[in-house]
């Protein structure tokens, strides 16, 4: 079971700030098959990027994604009140799929 | 519109099953994978399983597997999960989601299945396993 450790918890910024969050997984992962998830309270989780940089559907170019191998990023580039929410990359390159445990993003 | 809606989320005892659907619609259903994910209360997404768009690729993760099983009715534009020898930890809120999935057939007939990204979601259904 390939699993994922995402870095840091929790990260404190201010709206306008960047976010960098950190996806790394204990083997390879093709980059066609990590994904990112943005998930808000009592909400289903938003796909964001999968492909490890293709932006999903209606998607806003202030998120963007990288990385190869075993270290992905999720960058939020200009923070929106709307962007405060946990984050989770999941990985589809071996079964099981497994999700990493999530960072939260909150208001300074 | 495009949409899953889940449903046959309950309290059950120990030991005993339940059966959870995810009807879809808004899009050809027979395209897509699907997946199920849960979130137990407080902590963070749990893949369980999916199902390919013809229904003959299965994968479930390890704490679930031997005990659920998942299946669909492309004529029903249905997922459901059979959750049978259920756990106090098997508590959780459960997804469907939809696959950005490619199905790719060789010229032998012999189907790939790939997965990307769940780009559609469910409101969720609460299974409460308790006593």
């Known amino acids: 079971e390939i699993v994922l450790t995402q870095s840091p918890g929790t990260l404190s910024l201010s709206p306008g700030q960047r976010a960098t969050l950190s996806c790394r997984a204990s083997?390879?992962?093709?980059?066609?098959?990590l994904a990112w998830y943005q998930q808000k309270r009592g909400q289903a989780p938003r796909l964001l990027i999968y492909?490890?940089?293709r932006r999903a559907t209606g998607i806003s170019d202030r998120f963007s994604g990288s990385g190869s191998g075993t270290d992905f990023t999720l960058t939020i580039n200009g923070l929106e009140p709307e962007d405060f929410a946990v984050y989770y990359c999941?990985?589809?390159?071996?079964?099981?799929?497994?999700f990493g445990p999530g960072t939260k993003v909150d208001m300074k | 519109q495009v949409q899953l809606v889940e449903s046959g989320g309950g309290v059950v005892q120990p030991g005993r099953s339940l059966r959870l659907s995810c009807a879809a619609s808004?899009?050809?259903?027979?395209?897509?994978?699907v997946h199920w994910v849960r979130q137990a209360p407080g902590k963070g997404l749990e893949w369980v399983a999916v199902?390919?768009?013809?229904?003959?690729?299965?994968f479930y993760a390890d704490s679930v597997k031997g005990r659920f099983t998942i299946s669909r009715d492309n004529s029903k534009n249905m997922v459901y999960l059979q959750m049978n020898s259920l756990r106090g930890e098997d508590t959780a809120v459960y997804f469907c989601?939809?696959?950005?999935?490619?199905?790719?057939?060789?010229?032998?007939?012999?189907?790939?299945?790939?997965?990307?990204?769940?780009?559609?979601w469910g409101l969720g259904t609460t299974v409460t396993v308790s006593s």
């Open positions: 808004g899009f050809i259903f027979s395209s897509y994978a």
């Open positions: 492909g490890a940089s």
């Open positions: 999941q990985q589809y390159g071996n079964s099981p799929f497994t």
């Open positions: 989601g939809r696959d950005i999935s490619i199905t790719a057939v060789q010229a032998s007939g012999e189907k790939n299945y790939f997965y990307y990204g769940m780009d559609v």
């Open positions: 083997q390879s992962v093709s980059s066609s098959y």
């Open positions: 199902i390919s768009d013809d229904g003959h690729q299965k």
